[in-house]
């Protein structure tokens, strides 16, 4: 199982909007959506089960692709604290059949003032 | 509110070293994971637990040992340090299974020189 994630880097403006995107051939019985501060551990923003669903939280948007293959999350008005390292997350079976949550590589989050 | 606790928070080894990470959550959490974050690599899953006495190997489990003797403790173990461990290592705990979100600590800077 491999999550790729797109972009690896983003830099944007305060007050700008931004998608990040998680993709994988694997199908995943949900997605999860985290970000992780500098120094800290990521913390869960939206948590995705069915195909298709659509999530808000705050200015933040996610949605689980129909196939269970793909996500995004959109952040609209972007602020500064926004800033730190994006994971997608998906929750699918390894190669033992045991259930697993695998990590995409992260998107990293800069913004400019 | 203390979720998560990892100790310690940073640490320096010798290779051929040996070391002890503890985790120590306070959510009554059944499930808990051991992780290693690698720059561009995400995360990667080293060990885990279901319960209490039990653990599982994850992604990249060689050269590491665990044990959940308590419930609320995950012990993670390097019996013989090599410069390919250095990493920042991460504990999270769920409630019941992977779908669960997790909850993760503030994580522990290693390096092996």
């Known amino acids: 199982q491999l999550l790729e994630q797109s972009p690896q880097f983003l830099s944007i403006q305060e007050g700008e909007n931004l998608t990040v995107y998680c993709n994988s051939s694997?199908?995943?019985?949900?997605l999860q959506w985290y970000r992780q501060e500098p120094g800290e551990g990521p913390v869960l923003l939206i948590a995705?089960?069915?195909?298709?669903e659509l999530t808000s939280n705050g200015r933040l948007t996610a949605q689980f692709g129909i196939t269970r293959k793909d996500s995004f999350l959109n952040i609209s008005a972007s602020i500064p604290s926004d800033v730190g390292i994006y994971f997608c997350?998906?929750?699918?079976?390894?190669?033992?059949?045991?259930?697993?949550?695998?990590f995409g590589q992260g998107t990293r989050l800069t913004i400019n003032p | 509110n203390a979720g998560v606790t990892q100790t310690p928070k940073f640490r320096v080894l010798k290779t051929g070293q040996s070391m002890t990470l503890l985790c120590a959550q306070d959510?009554?959490?059944?499930?808990m994971y051991w992780y290693r974050q690698d720059p561009g690599m995400g995360l990667r899953l080293i060990h885990y637990?279901?319960?209490?006495?039990?653990?599982a190997k994850g992604e990249v489990p060689d050269g590491y040992n665990v044990s959940r003797l308590k419930k609320q403790n995950f012990l993670l173990g390097l019996e013989s340090a090599a410069p390919s461990q250095t990493s920042v290592y991460f504990c999270?705990?769920?409630?019941?299974?992977?779908?669960?979100?997790?909850?993760f600590g503030n994580g522990t800077r290693l390096t092996v020189t």
């Open positions: 999270a705990s769920s409630y019941r299974d992977v779908n669960s979100p997790l909850h």
């Open positions: 694997s199908v995943f019985s949900s």
């Open positions: 995705l089960y069915k195909a298709g």
């Open positions: 997350a998906g929750q699918g079976l390894d190669k033992s059949g045991a259930q697993k949550l695998v």
């Open positions: 959510m009554n959490h059944e499930y």
């Open positions: 637990s279901v319960g209490e006495g039990t653990t």
